[in-house]
Antibody
Framework: QVQFVQSGAEVRKPGASVKVSCKASGNTFTSDGIHWVRQAPGQRPEWMAWINGGSGNTKYSQKFQGRLTLTRDTSARTAYMELSSLSSEDTAVYYC????????????WGQGTLVTVSS | DVQMTQSPSTLSASVGDRVTITCRASQSISRWLAWYQQKPGKAPKLLIY???SLQSGVPSRFSGSGSGTEFTLTISGLQPDDFATYYCQQYNSYSYTFGQGTQLEIK
């Protein structure tokens, strides 16, 4: 069974950076896309970016271009999301999620990581 | 980006009811649409993909239909566990956007 376990909640000051990890288990990672989706309080989910677990190729939403970096460690089966220049508008739950093969829906999700940006 | 609009935003219903949620896309997305259920403090759960395909393990009372710009999610015979927020999501050319959500409440 595919499972993603994310790192714990973080608190950052405005202007700082945060790095969230997403560890995969089960039959996944190198053949799938690992996506990052965030959800601000009371808001709809918002897609941020994805990384191909095998090749490491990435694609970013234009909204986050320049301050978002995705990486992965295939030996550790772990994907990472680093967001810089944080502001209060980045306060949200950040999820990693799998898109199986060449599809576009998210079938397995991590439990979410709350990132709070506050001075 | 393709914009997704759901209606209604809130829906009150009783156990056993049949309910329908509508999702409209700002341009044609063929059948590249998924539906999710989300409960407070939890990640979204995939219910339907490719407009009408039922995800493994999801009860058959959930069904989806539509193509192009208009889609529906129907729940036949509401169960207590179904009261949650539902989101549609389109996937088209590496663009992924969600509807604003429909909160399904107990009447």
């Amino acid at each position: 069974q595919v499972q993603f376990v994310q790192s714990g909640a973080e608190v950052r000051k405005p202007g700082a950076s945060v790095k969230v990890s997403c560890k995969a288990s089960g039959n996944t990672f190198t053949s799938d896309g690992i996506h990052w989706v965030r959800q601000a309080p009371g808001q709809r989910p918002e897609w941020m970016a994805w990384i191909n677990g095998g090749s490491g190729n990435t694609k970013y939403s234009q909204k986050f271009q320049g301050r978002l970096t995705l990486t992965r460690d295939t030996s550790a089966r772990t994907a990472y999301m680093e967001l810089s220049s944080l502001s209060s508008e980045d306060t949200a739950v950040y999820y990693c999620a799998r898109v199986p093969g060449p599809t576009g829906y998210f079938d397995f999700w991590g439990q979410g990581t709350l990132v709070t940006v506050s001075s | 980006d393709v914009q997704m609009t759901q209606s209604p935003s809130t829906l009150s219903a009783s156990v056993g009811d049949r309910v329908t949620i509508t999702c409209r896309a700002s341009q044609s997305i063929s059948r590249w649409l998924a539906w999710y259920q989300q409960k407070p403090g939890k990640a979204p759960k995939l219910l339907i993909y490719k407009a009408s395909s039922l995800q493994s393990g999801v009860p058959s009372r959930f069904s989806g239909s539509g193509s192009g710009t208009e889609f529906t999610l129907t729940i036949s015979g509401l169960q207590p566990d179904d009261f949650a927020t539902y989101y549609c999501q389109q996937y088209n050319s590496y663009s992924y956007t969600f509807g604003q959500g429909t909160q399904l409440e107990i009447k």
